[in-house]
Nanobody, 125 residues
Framework: QVQLVESGGGLVQAGGSLRLSCAAS????????MGWFSRAPGKERLIVAA????????RYSDSVKGRFTISRDNAKNTVYLQMTSLKPEDTAVYYC??????????????????WGQGTQVTVSS
């Protein structure tokens, strides 16, 4: 029903920046919260950021607050994660999430209906 296509992952140096994109299709994008999760090597999947249906409300994990910015362009059915001041500990597979509700808090509570396949982000020293 919903396909999420991610792009923008890659290898970057510590302190650098990267912008991830996630394009959604198959369902009305503008009615739902979106988010990003990460899975570091050998670790559980964790919330990174969430954004409500119209972009007015965002939420971030403490580890990325002030460094990452989530945004969305509903006309393009796309959500973004702008990553700055990257650290080696940010190295992970990043997954785009299509929410089950319109609220950003739903994403942070793992209220997710669809997942992207993930894109690798590697931060080197």
């Amino acid at each position: 029903q919903v396909q999420l296509v991610e792009s923008g992952g890659g290898l970057v140096q510590a302190g650098g920046s990267l912008r991830l994109s996630c394009a959604a299709s198959g369902r009305t994008f503008s009615n739902y919260a979106m988010g990003w999760f990460s899975r570091a090597p050998g670790k559980e999947r964790l919330i990174v950021a969430a954004i409500n249906w119209n972009g007015a409300i965002t939420r971030y994990s403490d580890s990325v607050k002030g460094r990452f910015t989530i945004s969305r362009d509903n006309a393009k059915n796309t959500v973004y994660l702008q990553m700055t001041s990257l650290k080696p500990e940010d190295t992970a597979v990043y997954y785009c999430a299509f929410g089950a509700t319109a609220q950003a808090v739903g994403i942070t509570n793992n209220r997710v209906n669809y997942w992207g396949q993930g894109t690798q982000v590697t931060v080197s020293s």
